[in-house]
């Protein structure tokens, strides 16, 4: 085969001279040259962060409780297929070390005996129930909390219970439970 030459040449205006490529042209190539290889760069960072995430939050003195917590709530909440990550644990840390593992498990609890549910169009039952609206923000997480059953209640608070077995422990609670 022939190499084909274009049709039109560009020539310099003030010296009529024929130009390979066009001065400006040469200067875009450069420059989305340049710009690919930052975008790399960039991309590298971006996944050399996302793995940092998740290392710093697999060393976390709470990844073992959050990670408890995550596998109560895939059973008690039937959601078995859920899978398990950084961005989990990052959003029931907060709650974790403020309120502690088992007033977790209550708002979990609340969640899986009083979720809010909504009839789909086709018949089928959504449940709001999920990781995610749980630990959303503090009035969600207390909402739950507060639609848990008393039988889990009674366990925190240690009304009832053998004193060997109480997770916690309130005599106004006791009053009101007991």
Known sequence: MSHVEP??????ADTGEVLPNCPGCLEREAEIRALETEKRGWR?????????KELD??????????????EYWQEKCR???????ADCF????????????DACK?????????PKTRTRR???????????????NRNKFESFCNR???????????????????LGGDPIAAELYG
């Open 7 to 12: 049709h039109l040449k560009i020539v310099d």
């Open 106 to 114: 209550i708002a979990i609890d609340g969640a899986s005996y009083d």
């Open 148 to 166: 848990a059953p008393r039988s889990s209640l009674r366990a925190f608070l240690g009304v009832g219970v053998p004193a060997g077995e109480r």
């Open 79 to 85: 959601h078995p297929r859920s899978e398990w990550d």
């Open 44 to 52: 590298v960072r971006y996944q050399n962060l996302a793995r940092d």
């Open 57 to 70: 939050a697999r060393r976390h003195g709470l990844w073992p409780a959050a990670l408890e917590l995550f």
């Open 122 to 136: 086709n018949g089928s039952v959504e449940r709001f129930d999920s990781w995610e609206l749980i630990f959303r």
């Open 90 to 101: 990052y959003q029931a840390l907060p709650f974790l070390e403020r309120d502690g593992l």
